[in-house]
C-alpha cells in the first residue's frame, strides 16, 4: 500500500466552483500533515498545514480524521490560478529533521 | 523574503560523470534536505542532514550520493557515477528545525544524463 494516496484527477472545473481533494495515508503514527502545491516544473510550496480541529485560510479548509487516516483540501470559489497539481504530505514522526512523505498530487485545471 | 537558492538549474552530464549540486539554504536554518522528483512521479525523500551529519536517508541514498556542508553556507548533494535512472530534478530544502517546522523548497535543479 502506498504511504500516501491521492486521486491523480484531473479535476477540472470552471472559476467559481467548490472542488475537493482527499488523501489517505497509511501510517498511523503519522505526526503532520500539509497540503503543498506544485506548479509545472516548479518546486513545491506549503499551501497549508492540517490540524485535527480542521483549518481555514480564505478560500481553503483542510480536514484531518486521524481515525480514517483520512485528509481532506476544500477550495471555494476556484480561480484560474488555482490551476495546479496539489500534493499532499506527511511526516512519518516528530522531531527536528522531518522528512517529507508526498503523495503523487491531484491535477487541478480551472478554466474560464 | 529570504529563499533558498539552488545551482546550476539545469545540468547535462554523460553516463558515470559525477555532478554536484549546490543548493545554498535559508541562512538561520538548521535542517537540510534533498529530494528529488522523477518527470510525472512523485517528491522522493533523499537524505536529511542536521549538524554537519547525515540525519536520515533513503533507500535511493545509496554510495554513489553523498552531502556536504563545505563552508558554512552552501548544501551540496554529489553524485559519484551517474546513471540514466538519475535523471531528475533534484530540490533542496531547508527548515529552521523541530516538528511541524516548514520546510522552504528550492528552484530546483533539472539533470539530464545521458
Redesign the interface.
Known sequence: RKEVEQDPGPFNVPEGATVAFNCTYSNSAS??FFWYR?DC??????LM?VYSSGNEDGRFTAQLNRASQYISLLIRDSKLSDSATY?CVV?PF????????????TRLAVHP | EPEVTQTPSHQVTQMGQEVILRCVPISNH??F?W?RQILG?????LV???NNEI??K?EIFDDQFSVERPDGSNFTLKIRSTKLEDSA?Y?C?S?Q????????????T?LLVL
Not at chain 1, 516544473?41 to 506549503?46: A, F, I, T, V
Not at chain 1, 516528530?94 to 498530487?105: C, E, R, V
Not at chain 2, 512521479?41 to 525523500?45: C, D, G, I, L, R
Request: hydrophobic letters at 25%.
Open positions: 505526526q503532520s506544485q516544473r516548479k518546486e513545491p510550496k506549503l498545514s500534493l511526516t516528530s522531531g527536528g529533521y522531518n522528512k517529507l512523505i508526498f503523495g503523487a498530487g | 538548521l535542517y534536505y529530494y512521479q512523485k517528491v522522493e525523500f536529511s542532514f542536521y540525519s536520515e533513503s530534478m530540490f530544502a527548515s528545525g523541530q516538528v511541524q517546522e516548514t520546510q522552504y523548497f528550492g528552484p530546483g533539472r
